[in-house]
Every structure is written in structure tokens, then in C-alpha cells.
């Protein structure tokens, strides 16, 4: 255990903490205070690390994540889709005429851009619950851009699909690019917008109107 | 205030609460207990609520906010930029090879991008921190794609812009628009992303080679 956290820069006891809480098998036991690691508990190892401290998942959520990736019955599709959900927000919507009609505005748009509808994805409850309460304050016209922000979010998503390829035989892979990726996008992407926000305001509210001390 | 309360849905004490912290200007005092409101009031506290509410933003940072807002002396431009900094993270990378050589594929991008290049904007800080984590991990694929996402931060700032529209004299409602249309904005953008990710990971990786169960 000691080289095996030398070689993944993991301490002792946290691999201890893994193995107890099931996210990294035990080793092969080659004697009463010894076992085996081999490269398949270094991947694991890395993977778990790095599930938790960039894709910000709680050990129960990588305890079903890692049985999932260990469970040959399993499908590529669906581990992908439960390793997607481990990183969606899920927020409902109160019922009422907002929801109902952030619900339909929802429906039609993935309609109009030819997605699937999954009427309960934690995704499409939270796109609901944000639609509902953009109605509610009255910001009407974040929702009727919403084509253009369903574009960008298509582009991203196809980026995603490009960087994770075709190829799912790696598991491990898939999972982590999947999570990893995903999350860390999510905060990319936000600070990309925002630095390209800056850009095009200073475009559209030059200095001249912007006032004189610039 | 029982009035103004009627008017606004925000019950009485957080109203005081709010004029206490200098978020809501006080009423002009007509009488021992008895105060008048106008519609600026109306107006003022209902963004305060909504900032809170929907923006994640705190008494401080709102107190700030305020406070530019109720300069005359503080330009447009500037009002803006102070409101989008306070929805933006901001995650500074550790010294080292990773984060100077992320500071240079920033700075690079964002001269391809015609992008303004800002080294100490939280924004550009996050994205290097962002980026040489994703170097640190092994993740150097997802910087390779960097072009890709930043085309689409890039469609999505425009679609912000062309929500604030050119003329900020309602500079309560531009306030309003960058802080909750940045914020919401970023779930919102974040559930399309995976909703269309659901449709094409589909798409890409079909029944018969996802298994057998559908």
C-alpha cells in the first residue's frame, strides 16, 4: 500500500478510507500485513481521486458509480448516463401556470432542435424549474432568446461527444471524461462567457458613453 | 412598509433588515411611525430580492452593488463589469509550469478570438486555473477542444448582449439582467448542455452497441 501510494501521490489512509468505503477494491492478500496491487488499483485509485476533488462527487455517489463500472451487465449508454447525472442539478419547479408553461416551452424547443425529450432528466426538471422561475420575476426575455442559448449548448455538447470519441472500451476513461469533463466545462465555459461578455460590452458601450474617464 | 410589503411580496422584517444594511433606500419619514414609499422603492427592493434570491448574491457584495448604482459619478461601463465580477468565480491556480503554460494558451486563444485580453480579470484567472488543472490531470484532449467551447461562450455572450440591449439609462434593470442572466444563465446553459449531450451520446452510441436491454 505504501507503493501504491507512491505511485498515485495518494496517502495511506485515504487509500485505506477508499477500500473501506468500497470505491477501490482490496488488494490480492499475500500475507498478514501485505498484498498486492497492480495496475488496475493505480487507475482506480486516480480516478476516484480526481472524481472527487474536480467533479466534486460524494463518496456515496462514486460508491454507485463504481459499482456500476464494475458491473459487466451494465451498458456503456447507461453507465455514461448515470455518470452524467451525477453532475446535474436538480431543481423542481413549484407547480403552477409557470411551470406548466416553461414545461411546454421546453418540449417545443428540443422539438424544434430535434433532441430527445426526457421529461423526467434531472436536466429537463431543472431547465423547467429555471424557465419557470425566470416567468416568475418577469424576465420574459431571457426565455425567448432561449433558441440561442440551446445552439451554443448543442455546440458544447458536440465538442463533448467529439472528446470522449467512440471508442468506450476504456470504462474508466469514458466515466472520467464524462464527469470530469462536464463539470470543470461547466465553470470553463462560464468564465469563457464572461471574458467574451467583457469584450463585447466594451464593443457595444464605448468608452465616449461609458464617460469620460476612460 | 405595510404597504410597500403589499406591494412587493417581501414581508416587513426583511424589509427593515434591507433598509438597516443599506441595500434599500429609508422612506421619507411623514409622521412618528408612518414613512412614504415611492415607486423607486417598489423597484429597489424588488431587485435587492431578486439578486438574493436567484443571483446567490450576498448583503456585502449587494451593498457594494448599491452603492455604484446610486453614483452618478460611476459610468455605465464600469456599473456593468462590477456586476458581472460578482457572479464570477474566482479560482487562482498554483505557481508552476501547468499554469504558465495555461496563462499562454489563454492569452492565445483569446487573441485568436479578437477577444480583449484582461490577465487579472476573475474570469481569465479561473479559466488558468481551470486550464492547468485539466494539464495537471492528464486532461490536455479538453484544452485541444478549447476553440470549440469558446466559439460557443462566444455565442452565448452575444445573446446576453443583445438581451441588455444599447440603451442602459434603466440601470437597475441592466444590474438586474447581467447578475441574473449571467447566474440563472449558467444552469440554464449547463441543463441544455446535457440534454443535448443525452440526444447525441444516443445518437453516437446506439442500442445494438449499447446492449441488449433496449
Known sequence: MAELSAATGVP??????YVREGLVPAGRPTGRNQADYDDGH???????????????????????LMQRLDNPE???????????????EHREAS???????????????VARRGWRWEPHHPATRTAIGILASLHEVGRDDMVEVLD????????IAETDIRLLGDDLTDR???VEIVVIGTAV??????????????????????????GQSR
Open 42 to 64: 493505480v487507475r482506480r485509485l486516480k480516478l476516484v481521486r480526481s472524481l472527487s476533488e474536480y467533479g466534486g462527487l460524494s463518496i456515496a455517489v462514486m460508491r454507485d
Open 172 to 174: 474508466e476513461r469514458a
Open 74 to 88: 451494465e451498458h456503456d449508454f447507461d453507465l455514461l448516463g448515470a455518470a452524467q447525472k451525477t453532475i446535474t
Open 95 to 109: 407547480p403552477g401556470t409557470d411551470r406548466d408553461q416553461a414545461e411546454q416551452e421546453l418540449a417545443e424547443l
Open 148 to 155: 440561442s442559448y440551446a445552439a451554443a449548448a448543442e455546440l
Open 12 to 17: 495511506v489512509p485515504t487509500i485505506k478510507y
Open 185 to 210: 466545462g461547466d465553470t470553463l465555459i462560464a468564465a469563457l462567457r464572461r471574458i467574451a461578455q467583457a469584450t463585447l460590452a466594451r464593443r457595444t458601450y464605448p468608452a465616449e458613453r461609458a
